[in-house]
């Protein structure tokens, strides 16, 4: 299984983008990237994922390097509800595999 | 409408007691998981089913013991329960696809005294 390297923590004023980085150097060719956040003990909730090309949704993009060691996870426009851990997790056989994540803080 | 949901949302129990967590999705989703996330927060796999079907058994004492009834449900069952087996579970579900996106639970926070 890969393993993922992120910063424990990050702060982020509020209304700026936040760029959450993430290594996963060991990561397999079919396997996907998958990024999950998880606010104050909820339930961890998807954000976006992706394989080869960077991805949009509503809620983020994800940018991932060519050789596909590593991706970056940009916020746009932080507010104080995205202040949580967030997970970037590769996905193969029905497996995430959670790593510690990054703490993000937005502040006003 | 919540799309996966558990029962109960805690649970405190004496050692050596059994005791079972329920989980529910409403997706039609074929897969589910259940997770475990101890105090120092690490979120590990333990089970996952798919169509009523064992397909992941992570290395988990067989005190625990999951139970499909049918594809919306995946309950788990835990006897004799220890100290370390305090955590919060949870329960998730995709499509049947190994890399579908999984939609979790809210958890069940179990203290074992």
């Known amino acids: 299984d890969a393993k993922t390297t992120q910063p424990t923590s990050m702060d982020c004023a509020e209304g700026r983008a936040a760029n959450l980085p993430c290594n996963h150097s060991?990561?397999?060719?079919?396997?996907?990237v998958y990024w999950y956040r998880q606010i104050h003990s909820q339930g961890p909730q998807y954000i976006i994922h992706g394989l080869k090309n960077n991805e949009t949704n509503e809620m983020a993009s994800l940018i991932i390097t060519e050789d596909r060691k590593s991706s970056t996870l940009i916020l746009p426009h932080a507010t104080l509800r995205d202040t949580a851990v967030y997970y970037c997790t590769p996905s193969n056989d029905y497996k995430l595999s959670f790593g510690a994540g990054t703490t993000v803080t937005v502040r006003a | 409408d919540t799309a996966v949901s558990q029962t109960p949302k805690y649970l405190v129990t004496q050692m050596g007691n059994d005791k079972s967590i329920k989980c529910e999705q409403n997706l039609g989703h074929d897969t589910m998981y259940w997770y475990k996330q101890d105090s120092k927060k690490f979120l590990k796999i333990m089970f996952s089913?798919?169509?009523?079907?064992?397909?992941i058994n992570e290395t988990v004492p067989n005190r625990f013991s999951p139970k499909s009834p049918d594809k919306a449900h995946l309950n788990l069952h835990i006897n004799s329960l220890e100290l370390g087996d305090s955590a919060v579970y949870f329960c998730?579900?995709?499509?049947?696809?190994?890399?579908?996106?999984?939609?979790f639970g809210p958890g069940t926070r179990l203290l074992v005294l």
């Open positions: 060991t990561i397999s060719g079919n396997e996907y």
């Open positions: 089913y798919n169509n009523k079907e064992l397909i």
């Open positions: 998730a579900s995709s499509h049947h696809s190994k890399q579908e996106t999984q939609y």
